[in-house]
């Protein structure tokens, strides 16, 4: 029954812990030029980028890429 499973870089990795190194990797600013949505240029904070990437799956698939191409 149990499979063994691909070696996902994201397991386990919290979706806050991936915006809250980003931004302090990169800052709001150069964050919301890296990847261009509004939850990171108009009064950025963490609570509502996160509301706002768990909602748009396109969104979160580019702020993981990014994640991924930072670590």
């Not at 990795?13 to 980003?22: E, G, R, T």
């Not at 996160?50 to 930072?70: D, G, H, I, M, S």
């Amino acid at each position: 029954m149990d499979q063994p499973k691909p070696n996902d870089p994201l397991h386990g990795v919290k979706l806050a812990d991936i915006v809250q190194l980003l931004v302090a990797e990169y800052g709001w600013e150069e964050l919301s030029q890296q990847i261009n949505i509004n939850c990171f240029k108009s009064n950025p904070s963490i609570k509502s980028s996160l509301k706002f990437l768990r909602r748009t799956p396109w969104a979160r698939t580019k702020v993981e890429q990014l994640y991924l191409r930072t670590i």
